[in-house]
């Protein structure tokens, strides 16, 4: 299994990012999938998951409203479209995928929201 994020930045508050999820080693398509975010001395925390299907999506309450996540299972990548940055979003983003009860994670790409 194999996670790869990509599309991190710095952006000023306000302003909008989409980071990429590139997965492979496993059956993409058949698979919810996660993003999460560790901001600097905090937890780890869910931000947004996707059925494998895309039909269902759930958000957590701080970032619902601003982010949507997306899937293209013909290409095997899981976006996460963020607008409206503020301060508060800047973190280390990972992508996440849970298989036979085993998370498996990306390395993370770093968001900064900062003017």
């Known amino acids: 299994v194999q996670l790869v994020e990509s599309g991190g930045g710095l952006v000023q508050p306000g302003g909008s990012l989409r980071l990429s999820c590139a997965a492979s080693?496993?059956?993409?398509?058949?698979?919810?999938m996660d993003w999460f975010r560790q901001a600097p001395g905090k937890e780890r925390e869910f931000v947004a998951t996707?059925?494998?299907?895309?039909?269902?999506?759930y958000y957590a309450a701080s970032v619902k409203g601003r982010f949507a996540i997306s899937r293209d299972n013909a290409k095997d990548i899981m976006y996460l479209q963020m607008n409206s940055l503020k301060p508060e979003d800047t973190a280390i983003y990972y992508c996440?995928?849970?298989?036979?009860?085993?998370?498996?994670w990306g390395q993370g790409t770093q968001v900064t929201v900062s003017s």
């Open positions: 996440n995928v849970k298989i036979e009860d085993k998370n498996y």
């Open positions: 080693g496993f059956t993409f398509s058949s698979s919810a």
């Open positions: 996707i059925s494998w299907s895309g039909w269902t999506t």
